[in-house]
């Protein structure tokens, strides 16, 4: 098993629709991330889960809608996207532990693209 | 506040060039870790070299060289004799320790010519 993997790696949605991205990590970290990376802008940071809970919202439009049942699994839950939200979305996990922080790992992406 | 700077958009060379990619930081944190990182064209991010505040030596791996200058606020990588392999868009990463937040540049396109 590839240490973080997404599914799926491209999603070709409509306004209306709704679809959820998933994302597994096999590290045993405590820490998962969402990051966005659209043309020209630097990676930014959605959401932010430890150990299940949320400790990060960088004011990211109700529209996306985050989920992580366990420390394993990440899922974001995509409706009524507008076609600027069109991007690579990106988790990551990490272990965090008193003053130490692992390398981000990310996985390959989902290629959204909203029509 | 955090900030890392990549100046450099993107970088042309020709095989068996050296190149050097610049990043630039800012903190107010005495700890904090850099890390730089690979993004090929099939999207993901690797992981390349994480250096603590600390350990101001500069680190050797294969063909890819870092030189951490705390004096600069600079975390510059190396490429020597580079390959079309090697072409992808690299980024620079700061974290204050015990926390979430990873600061990116903006990334530099290196592309490697045959």
């Known amino acids: 098993e590839t240490g973080v993997t997404q599914t799926p790696r491209h999603l070709v949605m409509g306004m209306t629709n709704k679809k959820s991205l998933k994302c597994e990590q096999h590290l045993g970290h405590n820490a998962m991330y969402w990051y966005k990376q659209s043309a020209k802008k630097p990676l930014e940071l959605m959401f932010v889960?430890?150990?299940?809970?949320?400790?990060e919202n960088n004011s990211v439009p109700s529209r996306f809608s985050p989920e992580c049942p366990n420390s394993s699994h990440l899922f974001l839950h995509l409706h009524t996207l507008q076609p600027e939200d069109s991007a690579l979305y990106l988790c990551?996990?990490?272990?965090?532990?008193?003053?130490?922080?692992?390398?981000?790992?990310f996985g390959n992406g989902t290629r959204l693209t909203v029509t | 506040a955090q900030k890392v700077t990549q100046a450099q958009t993107e970088i042309s060379v020709v095989e068996k060039e050296d190149v050097t990619l610049d990043c630039v930081y800012e903190t107010r944190d005495t700890t904090y870790y850099l890390f730089w990182y690979k993004q090929p064209p099939s999207g993901e991010l690797v992981f390349l070299i994480r250096r603590n505040s600390f350990d101001e030596q500069n680190e050797i791996s294969g063909r890819y060289s870092w030189n951490f200058q705390k004096s600069t606020s600079s975390f510059n990588f190396t490429i020597t004799a580079s390959q079309v392999v090697d072409s992808a868009v690299y980024f620079c990463a700061l974290s204050k320790l015990g926390t979430y937040k990873y600061i990116f540049g903006t990334g530099t396109r290196l592309k490697v010519l045959a």
């Open positions: 889960y430890s150990l299940e809970e949320r400790v």
């Open positions: 990551a996990s990490s272990q965090v532990k008193g003053d130490r922080n692992s390398p981000l790992h």
